[in-house]
């Protein structure tokens, strides 16, 4: 007879106060012969973990719902998660109902907790069911971001666009949208994401894609020169890198072309540059090749000076250029010129001389005509200190300046210089060269610390071509209707007790230059090493033209440039100044009877600072080295009145009555 054996499960459970529990398990065998029991030992217990974390929640769909009423509310819920529970949606509790047969705002809640009781924020959807009847059949409309086919390679990150959802009664409902399918880089083929969204009167929309292409990219980059293959480029000018690199991934991958070789467009020669680049998949372009030949290119060189001052009313006789090149040799018959000059008609013109060579590089060069008229300017004295003298006729063009504050300069709307007017005109002084050179008796090298040097160097207004001025330039903005100073009071800055150096040397004694003083006018001369204020120049006008004097047979000197004519027909005798302009307006000379006793300015305009003894052109045939009066007084002291020596060219004043000390007479007609 078979023994059945029957085993009894016995689970006690105690539980201790620590809250873990322990479990023992007896076992109760019957055999029916009696009893038998056997304990199982309790289990080890488990860590827990230490979580403090809590959970989140995200809603599905828009935060805010708005429904017509007695539509449909379907409820989008909500995605749960946890960072150790991981997923816990189910376990999320919804709070709050929506009825859509009444108007109202209703509000649904949704909480969680995880498994060690961290609760997550609470969240909450608000459901607007408004009173309105609305007839709604208007589908709302999916707009994707970006393309709707995208090409990637194998293994490329795809980072989702998304999409963009408009309704004409909900407005944005992008956060409606669902979004269907998924894209895996790591496998070649097409993949399609769907974007669905209904608005809240369940209208559809109508469904929009987007394909991603994922390939293994085995496409070439490609180079493409801007420009040709091969280019002709001048010696001397620029060469700028030309080329771009495109890739069907990639798109523009300019930047990683690598460039070898180089061009000297100092040298003439043939230079090869190559181009190659790679895309991200390893695909190399087909390398491309430019050819560059730097070509001689001919020189122009202008007959005469670059800017021409051409009087008014005067023939302008062009001067030319010649031209050559290094291979082409002289191609002067090559040249090309345009351009017109006006001389009856004041302005600025340009001559433009243009050449090519045989490898079609060409060069210009231009020329500026200036035609202006050169009569000369009002002293500035106003005063009539006697009939008939300066103040009473006030001969000459109008003289106007203007200051710009900013960059403290002096314009001289007569002739177009620019002064320098800073503070440093009143302060800063130099020698005309420097002691180690005077010594060395190298008087005319003006290097080292000089006041050429000083205007070579100055900056001012944004300029740095500035100059000593001439000694005519430096005369020309004295006015002698002023003194202490003597010059327009659009110059701010002078220092009026001393000297101002000029560019000019003194003829007679090659250690001295030509000096300016300001205090009234006096144009002397000083000595090289000496140190007198500076005030320096810039503009085109670097000096008068050559004036043109043509001498009648009954003793007329007639200036072409400044149109005066001057009497030349005596040395006459040396008078008072009274007696000296009574002369003038009595005199008849070759038909005329206007003539009058020339202004300081005037009688300046005939001093020729290359000449001494006399110090005036060779068409003056009767000139004593001596002093000749002016019809200008002293501004402040009419008991004086200004002479030029034309031994030197000197302009000094002196007493008008003094009879020990008269001066010869010149006088003068024709003037503006």
């Known amino acids: 007879m078979r023994k059945i054996w029957i085993y009894t499960i016995v689970l006690t ?14 076992v109760i065998k019957n055999k029916g012969d009696g009893n038998s029991t056997t304990t199982i030992p309790k289990p080890s217990p488990t860590t827990k973990p230490n979580d403090n974390i809590v959970p989140t929640i995200t809603l599905n769909g828009a935060s805010t719902i708005n429904l017509v009423l007695n539509t449909t509310y379907n409820e989008l819920g909500a995605v749960a998660t946890d960072n150790i529970d991981v997923d816990i949606s189910e376990n999320i509790v919804k709070v709050g109902t929506v009825d859509t047969s009444k108007a109202g705002t209703y509000t649904i809640t949704y909480d969680v907790s995880d498994k060690v009781g961290n609760k ?30 995208i090409n990637l390679v194998l293994n490329a990150t795809y980072n989702e666009l998304g999409a963009v959802a408009t309704d004409n009664v909900d407005g944005d409902i992008s956060a409606n949208i669902v979004k269907v399918g998924t894209v895996d880089t790591s496998k070649a083929g097409t ?8 608005d809240s009167v369940g209208n559809n929309a109508i469904q929009v894609s987007r394909n991603i292409v994922v390939t ?12 040709t293959t091969i280019i002709n480029i001048a010696i001397g000018e620029k060469y700028i890198e030309k080329a771009t690199a495109s890739d069907n991934i990639d798109g523009n991958i300019t930047s990683n072309i690598i460039k070898v070789g180089s061009v000297d467009t100092t040298t003439l020669g043939t230079y090869t540059i190559t181009y190659d680049v790679s895309d991200s998949s390893g695909n190399k372009a087909t390398q491309i090749t430019r050819t560059v030949i730097v070509t001689p290119k001919p020189t122009i060189t202008l007959n005469g000076a670059s800017i021409i001052y051409q009087p008014l009313n005067t ?30 008609l004041k302005g600025s013109y340009t001559i433009t001389y243009k050449v090519t060579n045989s490898s079609s590089n060409d060069r210009n060069v231009t020329r500026l005509v200036i035609v202006r008229d050169y009569k000369v300017t009002k002293t500035g004295q106003t005063t009539t200190y006697t009939t008939f003298d300066d103040g009473y006729y006030q001969k000459g063009s109008t003289k106007t300046y203007t200051r710009d504050d900013v960059k403290q300069i002096v314009t001289d709307n007569y002739t177009g210089l620019m002064w320098q007017d800073d503070a440093n005109v009143s302060i800063v002084t130099k020698p005309w060269v420097t002691t180690a050179n005077y010594n060395a008796v190298d008087y005319n090298n003006t290097s080292g610390d000089t006041a050429t040097t000083y205007c070579t160097n100055l900056t001012l207004g944004g300029y740095s071509d500035w100059r000593l001025p001439t000694h005519s330039q430096l005369r020309e ?97 040396i008078i008072n100044w009274t007696r000296a302009i009574s002369r003038c307006e009595a005199l008849t000379l070759g038909g005329f009877s206007d003539w009058r006793l020339p202004n300081i300015k005037e009688l300046q305009s005939i001093v020729d600072d290359s000449k001494i003894s006399p110090s005036i052109d060779s068409a003056f045939v009767n000139t004593v080295s001596d002093s000749y ?11 004086f009145a200004w002479y030029v020596t034309f031994a030197t060219g000197n302009t000094y004043n002196y007493l008008k009555t003094y009879p020990r000390y008269g001066y010869y007479v010149r006088c003068v007609r024709a003037g503006q």
Do not use: H
């Open 13 to 26: 459970i105690l539980f201790v106060v620590n809250g873990c529990g322990d479990a023992n398990i007896s």
């Open 120 to 149: 997550a924020i609470q969240i909450t959807r608000t459901v607007i069911v408004k009173d309105v009847v609305i007839s709604d059949n208007i589908v709302p409309t999916i707009t994707l971001n970006g393309a709707s086919t």
């Open 191 to 198: 993949y399609t994401i769907t974007y669905d969204v209904s």
């Open 216 to 227: 293994l990219d085995k496409i070439s980059p490609i180079i493409s020169l801007n420009g």
């Open 315 to 344: 023939t302008y006789v062009e001067l030319g250029a010649t031209a050559t090149d290094s291979v082409d040799g002289n191609l002067t018959s090559s040249i090309i010129t345009s351009g017109t000059v006006d001389t009856a």
């Open 477 to 573: 903005i004295v006015d002698y209707g002023k003194s202490n100073p003597s010059i327009d009071t659009a110059f701010v800055n002078i220092y009026f007790d001393m000297y101002y150096y000029s560019s000019t040397p003194y003829i007679l004694s090659s250690n001295n230059a030509w000096i300016v003083g300001f205090y009234n006018g006096t144009a002397t001369n000083g000595n090289k090493a000496g140190s007198y204020v500076v005030r320096c120049v810039r503009g085109q006008e670097k000096s008068l033209p050559n004036t043109s004097f043509t001498r009648s047979n009954v003793g007329i000197v007639t200036d072409s440039l400044t149109k005066l004519q001057w009497q030349d027909d005596t040395i006459g005798t």
């Open 629 to 639: 009066w002016s019809s200008t007084t002293l501004s402040y002291d009419s008991s």
